[in-house]
Each structure stands twice: as structure tokens, then as C-alpha cells.
């Protein structure tokens, strides 16, 4: 009965081997050989090449807060995401810097500064600004009450009926157009599923206040990229911040590089530490072995 530890990172693997040095459980590396026969347990960042050669695999943890890149493991095995406050806390920040840098122009001045450029633009204040957050979850809800507390308006939208304190949530189609419609930042924090996939394109930019800003740093498919790119340069879409793109690395030839108005981020708004990685599959695997309900367990029929 092992857990395979399909990471390369050195920080990953010594925190697993310090984490799992006297635990019931043993760990092995995907760089030395092993019996797939042995495997009970995976934690991986991308799925496997082959899930049927682990005829006895019975829990899949994933490295990171998204799981969509596991929609093909097979439906008898548990998946369990990754929620690592150090992690929720980076993305906060991220997309706190985003929404201070769009408030204040900076994608407009950069792209002021290769043109040599000096035009001022208005100025807006925090209070005058309407963030609307798409997907109000473990990272959405803290980044609301983080905006919140810097003064921003804050609204969000979830597949459920959401309440949190000072906070406007809808929920529904209906519900994010009447968020489109008023927001001066939209920030994509949502999973990628079925329903989600493609969310971001021509008429969902055409709904938004003309000339709001985006924040993206859910997943690259959530957005169709040339829709974007024709509305940022129509300045129908003001200003955007974008950390996850279609394909990764973003290619040298993709138009995106050259979106007008748009400062690009190489997928680094969040990153889970190694301790706090390896602290959670062993608490949870403890959970396991007593029998206990699992955490952070993902719904497979909703993909997140
Ligand atoms: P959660 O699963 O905790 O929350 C997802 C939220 O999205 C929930 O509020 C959910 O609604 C909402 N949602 C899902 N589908 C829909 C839909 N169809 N319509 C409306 N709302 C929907 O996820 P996390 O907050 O942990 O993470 C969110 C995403 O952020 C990850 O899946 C990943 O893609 C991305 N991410 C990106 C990182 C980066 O470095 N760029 C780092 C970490 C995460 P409900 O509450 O009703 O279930």
C-alpha cells in the first residue's frame, strides 16, 4: 500500500519524505521503480498517462486548487483538491494588485509607455469601483472580503444562493448579467467545468460596462482569447490582467502577447506550499485509515 508522489519539485518531495518518514503509508517516487499494484494513492499536478495500470488506485490529490485537468480519471476514484490558506492568501493578493492596478491605470500606462505616451486619465477611488467576482469560493469569498475592506463595492456571483455580509451575491445567467451590466472590474475566479468552459467570450464582453476592466486567474479556457482581444481593442473592455491562458506556456506567437491595454502573469497568482501540501494528504489520509470522511473531497458530477 503506497502513495505515489508524481511531483519533480525538490521542495514537494522533501516535504512528502519528512511528512510521510514514520506514517503508515509509504511514499514512492514516480523516478524510481515500483509495482503499479503497490499504488493506492496519488498526489499529482497532471493526470497520469495510463489510470488503468493502478488497478487498486483509490484517491487521487491534486497539487493544486483547479481540477479540471482530471476530467478523465475514472468515476470510482475520489478526488481530493487542494485548499492551502497560504495558497487562497497569494491569489487574494494577486487579485488585489490586479484591481489597484486597474483602478489606476496601469495597463493603460504601459501601454501609454511603449508609445510614449503622456495622457492622463481620470482618476476613480475605490468607493466609486464595483468589482464583481465570478465564483465566490474558498478563494472568491476571501478576495471579496479582502476588496471589500479596501473600500471597493463588492459583488459576486456562485451557482448557489450565497450570503455573505456586506457583499452583493446573485447567482444564475440572470444573475451575472445584472452584474455585467454595473461592474467596473469582473474577476474570473470560477473552476473550469462543462459550464463554465467558454463563459468569457463575444457577448459576455459585450454585456460588461464599456470599458470595465477583467481580472483573470481561474482557467485559460474561460475565456475565448480573440473575443478578447477584438473587445479590448474596440475599448469595449478597458484595461485587463490575465494569469492563465488557453495553452501554458502562453506561446511566442500567440496575438495575446500584443492585446492593447493588457498586463500578462505566467500562471503565478497562487502557488501551494510543499509543507502545507503534504500536512494536508497525510491529514487526510489518517482521515482515510480511520474510516473518517474525507476533506476538500471534489463533487465529480460538478467538476469542482
Ligand atoms: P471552489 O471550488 O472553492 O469555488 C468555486 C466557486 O465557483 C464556487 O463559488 C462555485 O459556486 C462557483 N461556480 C462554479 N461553477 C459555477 C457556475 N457554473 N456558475 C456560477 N458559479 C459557479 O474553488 P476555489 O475558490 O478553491 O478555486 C477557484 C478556481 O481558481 C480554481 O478552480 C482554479 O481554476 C483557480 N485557481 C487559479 C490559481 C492561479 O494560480 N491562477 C490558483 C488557485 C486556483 P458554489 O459556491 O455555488 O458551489
Redo the contacts with the bound molecule.
Keep these: 500500500m503506497a502513495l505515489l508522489l508524481n511531483v519533480t519539485d525538490p521542495d514537494r518531495i522533501s516535504a512528502f519524505e519528512a511528512m510521510f518518514r514514520d506514517f503508515p503509508i509509504r511514499l514512492v517516487r514516480s523516478d524510481e521503480s515500483y509495482d503499479p499494484d503497490d499504488i493506492r494513492y496519488v498526489f499529482t499536478w497532471q493526470p497520469l498517462e495510463d489510470w488503468s495500470a493502478f488497478f487498486d488506485l483509490e484517491i487521487v490529490f491534486s497539487v ?5 485537468q482530471f476530467v478523465d480519471l475514472p468515476d470510482h476514484i475520489t478526488l481530493i ?1 487542494m ?1 492551502d490558506p497560504n ?2 492568501q497569494r ?1 487574494v493578493d ?1 487579485v488585489l494588485a490586479a484591481c489597484l492596478a486597474i483602478t489606476r491605470g496601469f495597463p493603460v500606462y504601459s501601454e501609454q509607455q511603449r508609445h510614449k505616451l503622456w495622457e492622463p486619465q481620470p482618476i476613480a477611488s475605490f468607493a466609486q469601483t464595483h468589482v464583481a467576482i ?8 476571501r478576495t471579496a472580503s479582502a476588496l471589500k475592506s479596501l473600500g471597493f463595492r463588492v459583488s459576486g ?4 444562493e ?1 450570503d455573505l455580509e456586506g457583499i452583493t451575491c446573485v ?1 444564475g445567467e440572470d444573475g ?1 448579467l445584472s452584474l455585467l451590466g454595473s461592474a467596473d472590474i469582473v474577476v474570473c ?5 462543462s ?2 468552459r467558454g463563459l468569457m467570450s463575444a457577448s459576455f464582453f459585450a454585456q460588461m460596462k464599456h470599458g470595465a476592466g477583467l481580472v483573470h ?3 485559460g479556457a474561460q475565456c475565448v482569447f480573440d473575443d478578447l482581444g477584438a473587445a479590448l481593442k474596440s475599448g469595449q473592455v478597458g484595461a485587463a490582467v490575465l ?2 491562458f488557453d495553452t501554458e506556456p502562453l506561446p511566442e506567437a500567440s496575438a495575446v502577447w500584443d492585446f492593447p491595454n493588457c498586463l500578462i502573469t505566467p ?5 501551494t506550499d510543499a509543507e502545507t501540501a503534504a500536512r494536508n494528504v497525510a491529514e487526510n489520509l489518517t482521515r482515510h485509515l480511520e474510516g473518517k470522511d474525507l476533506l476538500w473531497q471534489v463533487d465529480r458530477k ?1 467538476g ?1
Excluded at 64 to 68: M, N, W
Excluded at 134 to 141: H, M, R
Design positions: 493544486s486548487a483547479g481540477v479540471d483538491k485548499v495558497n487562497t491569489v494577486y465570478l465564483g465566490l469560493g474558498e478563494i472568491g469569498t456571483w456562485s451557482r448557489r450565497r447567482s451575472v475566479l470560477l473552476p473550469l467545468t459550464e463554465t486567474a481561474g482557467r494569469d492563465v500562471h503565478v497568482a497562487g502557488r460538478k469542482y
